[in-house]
């Protein structure tokens, strides 16, 4: 088994007693820290940080040097596995992304390459690699993917969407083809997930962030089922520990119990939903992380530690918590914020644990 320091993030994940409540923050490797800022214009372009290991390293270990968080998120993006199929990503200066080949006809699918990891998105396996061995047992790493839902909006919509008109259009006149589509993805997802667990990663999370534009129905057909079957064919144990894994629905509060059946070992919960519904309508099948408004960053620090105190107490007592942000933080928070977020948590957690 390889030696942590600290395994705060992953007992907790697999609803272990745990002394304080452990915290990360979604994008805690980003446009808030003035340190990323310089190391993305050192890199010349967003795909070139991400693409480059030593950035990527970089970049994952500068919010740790900030703020003593329990775990690092590889930095990474949810659209690597499109650049990899050759379907022309850029990333646009307030545009954001770009797919310049968009899967729009069945002979589209029919051309997407099978997808190799290793070979394919070795870049990614080298950064895991380096980041573990840069981080040296001090906290676990965790790995990602986008779900194939919604990796599956942006190759289809060609870059960013409101409406999602294209693959709902798809959805509802063509379901076969998108069903082929996103069996594709799963897979590729699924290869990249564990090929980055055998890389070195130690907990695995789906950010299936579009998930929530979905009517009930077609949610739990086009992307609750997929991640499901990713999770049913993840590694388990690496190691010589369980490989936890996250599902996080961004607006799937409603469908919290459902997305407890998928084999996840957690669910992530946006601030929409109190943690003390979803801790009841999950039960003790699943541990939850969140869940933070992040526009409370803008507050003043005492309103963060009273918001803080409100996310604690609305999960209550017990194991199963990982304190989080309800989506990633955002760009023009004061790092200062999150310090005070981050202490917040240290401060008013034990309480909350028998350990």
Not at 230 to 243: A, F, N, P, T, Y
Not at 285 to 303: C, E, F, H, I, K
Request: aromatic share 8%.
């Amino acid at each position: 088994m390889t030696s942590l320091n600290n395994d705060l993030v992953l007992r907790a994940l697999l609803r272990q007693p745990t002394p304080r409540t452990p915290v990360w923050m979604m994008r805690q490797a980003g446009r808030h820290l003035p340190e990323y800022r310089a190391t993305r214009a050192k890199a010349g372009s967003f795909l070139q940080l991400c693409t480059t290991p030593d950035y990527a390293c970089e970049v994952t270990l500068q919010p740790l040097a900030r703020y003593p968080l329990d775990a690092a998120i590889l930095f990474s993006d949810i659209l690597t596995i499109p650049h990899a199929l050759g379907l022309g990503l850029e990333f646009e200066a307030g545009e954001g992304p770009r797919i310049h080949r968009p899967i729009r006809t069945p002979r589209d699918i029919d051309q997407l390459p099978h997808l190799d990891p290793d070979r394919d998105l070795r870049y990614v396996m080298d950064a895991v690699k380096l980041i573990r061995r840069e981080l040296n047992g001090r906290v676990p790493l965790i790995g990602f993917a986008g779900s194939p839902w919604t990796v599956g909006t942006y190759v289809v919509e060609g870059g960013s969407s409101k409406t999602f008109d294209r693959i709902k259009a798809m959805l509802y006149g063509a379901p076969a083809d998108l069903h082929r589509l996103l069996a594709h993805l799963t897979r590729a997802t699924t290869d990249y997930l564990n090929a980055q667990i055998l890389a070195g990663a130690q907990a695995v999370m789906i950010f299936d962030t579009w998930g929530g534009a979905l009517a009930p129905s077609a949610y739990r057909e086009f992307s609750l089922a997929y991640m499901t079957s990713i999770v049913r064919d993840l590694i388990k144990e690496q190691d010589g520990r369980r490989v936890p894994v996250i599902l996080f629905t961004k607006g799937g509060g409603q469908w919290l119990a459902e997305l407890a059946g998928s084999g996840a070992d957690a669910l992530g919960v946006d601030w929409t939903t109190d943690l003390s519904t979803a801790r009841e309508l999950v039960g003790d099948r699943v541990a939850l992380q969140g869940n933070l408004d992040p526009s409370v960053l803008y507050a003043p620090p005492d309103v963060i530690r009273q918001e803080v105190g409100h996310v604690l107490a609305s999960y209550g007592s017990g194991s199963g918590h990982v304190f989080n942000l309800g989506h990633g933080i955002h760009a023009d928070v004061l790092p200062e914020h999150a310090a005070a977020m981050v202490a917040a948590v240290h401060e008013l957690s034990p309480q909350y644990h028998d350990e």
